[in-house]
């Protein structure tokens, strides 16, 4: 049956207190945080580094740019045009001849479909040189995985958490491949969709943990040693690290509710960012080896009408000189984009699997299945949609 809306709206009349209250509580706390905001400035950075000093470990976040240009923890990009094409033609300044890359993935995952687990990983990249000639390069490369692949059987590990291992492996691999092909390449900045801290792997098993941390491991290795920038793009990020930061430098009510994100939003205007940040989170970072203490935060203010994004970035890039060169080139990206790095954005086009693929997949299975005299079963189910299609 359908949804009732009038039990809907009933129900949550009952609850408009309980909604009220955490609201409330929610604004007040809000309040408290950005109050020391303020001293996230020039006159205010000898203080903060000296009540830095006495937390060396698990502080949330650690300043590492000056504080010269900033206010209430906001350095502003002090720059607006009057229509697109003027954004555009800014960022035919800073992008044109700069070579941008990313990659992303999808999956089909095991099903009751099939008489054995398998499944299908793709990933598709996009690499933008930013030339007058309007050339780029797109492709896409896949992998199959088997009952063995999937370690189906094994107790209590679920085989879609193999599937989604893998496709982050592949993802991965070929950013560490590309940056491996462009050594020294400062006119190039590659992209990852998502976090360098691997916080999210925290509740699986050892294994699992150790298995995300190593695959970044590997890329952030490759980024310091072949002199490639890197930048990991949140999009939404409810990270509490500067949050953390404030409430044990300042003595703040503890917080589950707020995020950083939402703490610095309202002191920034499109292109702004705050200064840079050493992530000390606690936690899985401590599995990072050298790298423990060499990712660094921004966030960029990427939407009037959203919260920022949150960009990671291997402390070495910020010691080369590279830091505003490199937010520049976000920047760019989201304008091509009209809010979003349009060289991610793409790279998701490129590697989405449809509907039709997946019973691509399936027909080409059967087909083969059959020609090596396997006995793979399909449900009639989905024998009937192949057959239709």
Same mark, same amino acid.
């Given at each position: 049956?359908?949804l009732?809306?009038?039990?809907?709206?009933?129900? !949550?009349?009952?609850?408009?207190?309980?909604?009220?209250?955490?609201?409330?509580?929610t604004?007040?706390?809000? &309040?408290?945080?950005?109050? +020391?905001? *303020?001293?996230l400035r020039?006159e205010?950075?000898?203080?903060?580094?000296?009540?830095?000093?006495?937390?060396? #470990?698990?502080?949330?976040?650690?300043?590492?740019?000056?504080?010269?240009?900033?206010?209430? @923890? +906001?350095?502003?990009?002090?720059?607006?045009?009057?229509?697109?094409?003027?954004?555009?033609?800014?960022?035919?300044?800073?992008?044109?001849?700069?070579?941008?890359?990313?990659?992303?993935?999808? &999956?089909?995952?095991?099903?009751?479909?099939?008489?054995?687990?398998?499944?299908?990983?793709?990933?598709?990249?996009?690499?933008?040189?930013?030339?007058?000639? @309007?050339?780029?390069?797109?492709?896409?490369?896949?992998?199959?995985?088997?009952?063995?692949?999937?370690?189906?059987?094994? /107790?209590? *590990?679920?085989?879609?958490?193999?599937?989604?291992?893998?496709?982050?492996?592949?993802?991965?691999?070929?950013? +560490?491949?590309? #940056?491996?092909?462009?050594?020294?390449?400062?006119?190039?900045?590659?992209?990852?969709?998502?976090? $360098?801290?691997?916080?999210?792997?925290?509740?699986?098993?050892?294994?699992?943990r150790?298995?995300?941390?190593e695959?970044?491991?590997?890329? $952030? *290795?490759?980024?310091?040693? =072949? *002199?490639?920038?890197? +930048?990991?793009?949140?999009d939404?990020?409810?990270?509490?690290?500067?949050?953390?930061?404030?409430?044990? !430098? =300042?003595?703040?009510?503890?917080?589950?509710? #707020?995020?950083?994100?939402?703490?610095?939003?309202?002191?920034?205007?499109?292109?702004?960012?705050?200064?840079?940040?050493?992530?000390?989170?606690?936690?899985? $970072?401590?599995? =990072?080896?050298?790298?423990?203490?060499?990712?660094?935060f921004?966030? !960029?203010?990427?939407?009037?009408?959203? =919260?920022?994004?949150? $960009?990671?970035?291997?402390?070495?890039?910020?010691?080369a000189?590279?830091?505003?060169?490199?937010?520049?080139?976000?920047?760019?990206?989201?304008?091509?984009?009209?809010?979003?790095?349009?060289?991610?954005?793409?790279?998701?086009?490129?590697?989405?699997?449809?509907?039709?693929?997946?019973?691509?997949?399936?027909?080409? !299975?059967?087909?083969?299945?059959? &020609?090596?005299?396997?006995?793979?079963?399909? /449900?009639?189910?989905?024998?009937?949609?192949i057959?239709?299609?």
């Amino acid at each position: 049956m359908p949804l009732k809306p009038s039990q809907i709206h009933e129900i !949550l009349n009952a609850k408009r207190d309980e909604f009220a209250a955490f609201n409330q509580e929610t604004w007040q706390q809000l &309040q408290d945080y950005r109050s +020391v905001l *303020e001293n996230l400035r020039a006159e205010g950075e000898a203080d903060l580094k000296a009540r830095a000093a006495k937390h060396p #470990i698990n502080l949330g976040a650690r300043l590492l740019e000056p504080l010269e240009k900033a206010r209430n @923890g +906001v350095i502003p990009f002090n720059l607006a045009w009057q229509n697109r094409e003027q954004s555009l033609a800014w960022v035919r300044q800073r992008l044109t001849g700069i070579t941008t890359f990313a990659v992303d993935g999808s &999956q089909i995952y095991p099903g009751k479909d099939l008489s054995i687990p398998i499944a299908l990983v793709q990933i598709g990249w996009f690499e933008n040189p930013h030339l007058p000639t @309007g050339e780029y390069e797109k492709d896409i490369s896949l992998d199959v995985m088997t009952p063995s692949d999937l370690q189906a059987g094994n /107790s209590g *590990e679920p085989v879609d958490r193999r599937v989604n291992m893998r496709r982050f492996q592949m993802e991965t691999e070929r950013l +560490v491949d590309y #940056i491996k092909a462009h050594r020294n390449a400062k006119d190039c900045l590659v992209f990852l969709d998502g976090s $360098l801290v691997a916080t999210f792997a925290e509740a699986f098993d050892v294994k699992c943990r150790r298995f995300y941390v190593e695959c970044l491991l590997d890329l $952030l *290795e490759t980024s310091q040693k =072949y *002199e490639v920038p890197l +930048v990991a793009y949140i999009d939404t990020s409810y990270a509490q690290d500067l949050a953390t930061m404030l409430r044990t !430098l =300042y003595k703040l009510p503890d917080s589950q509710t #707020i995020h950083d994100a939402q703490l610095i939003n309202s002191f920034m205007e499109w292109g702004d960012r705050t200064p840079l940040f050493l992530c000390q989170r606690s936690g899985i $970072l401590s599995d =990072y080896e050298n790298h423990t203490n060499q990712i660094a935060f921004t966030y !960029l203010k990427t939407n009037r009408d959203s =919260y920022p994004a949150r $960009l990671e970035i291997p402390v070495w890039v910020y010691e080369a000189g590279l830091l505003d060169r490199v937010v520049d080139w976000v920047r760019g990206e989201v304008i091509i984009g009209s809010g979003y790095p349009y060289v991610i954005e793409t790279a998701d086009q490129t590697a989405v699997l449809q509907s039709e693929d997946r019973q691509a997949f399936f027909r080409i !299975l059967q087909d083969w299945a059959e &020609q090596e005299d396997l006995n793979l079963r399909f /449900s009639r189910k989905m024998v009937s949609k192949i057959r239709r299609r």
